[in-house]
């Protein structure tokens, strides 16, 4: 077995997703080097590796919290002509 470097180590067996292509845990090993968007995993049980990308989810957050202050804003109106 190759050392990993500790910051790619999974110290909670709970947290690993298992391999697509297997369905194992056990051979499910991060792949180091990608970019701070990609998270990348290959399974030494089976040929699979895989990744996963973060498509800038800002705009969505920003959508969302519009939408929830909005829902406020509607709220607190709706109560307020309620209370009298």
Known sequence: MTEREP??????????????????????????????RVQAW???TCPANWATIAVNPQPHFDRLAAAVEQLGATFDTAAGDHAS
Request: hydrophobic letters at 20%.
């Open 42 to 44: 290959s399974c030494t």
């Open 7 to 36: 910051s790619t180590m999974v110290t909670d067996p709970a947290d690993i997703d298992p391999c697509p292509g297997c369905g194992g845990t056990s051979g499910v090993q991060p792949i180091t080097g990608t970019s701070p």
